[in-house]
């Protein structure tokens, strides 16, 4: 599984014209889910995302976790995170979940956020989304998830 959480103070998916998620200040998760992910990696993700410390304390270093500061997140699907650009001009996703197997982990992302509290808001799977968001900081942070181990 890879991750990449931006720190946002607004994002927005928008499907067919018509907004389906939109969050305040939080961050957004574009997630790609890889062949062999399962549950444990899931949580993984989710614990290391809801206690990571991106937000700004008083003194302005970033010190607060997503729960310390009632953040919200948006996740999307984005299988393109797992693209092999190694060889040739057009990426391969052969390291990419099948859409069975992956949609039900996000669902599980969700849900695992959500029974933290968290309020989340989500893009469409498997769904042409545009998605449009204010970068904080700009801070942008990048992880992969293997057998539960977070990297």
Known sequence: MRVVAQRVSEASVV?????VGRIGPGLLLLVGVAEGDAAEDVEAAVDKIAGLRVFPGADGRM???LEAVGGEVLVVSQFTLLADIRRGRRPSFTGAAAPEAAEPLIEAMIEMLEARGITTARGVFGAMMSVRLVNEGPVTFTMSVTRGAVS
Do not use: C, E, K, T
Request: aromatic share 0%.
């Open 15 to 19: 499907v067919d014209g018509a907004v």
């Open 63 to 65: 010190d607060l976790s």
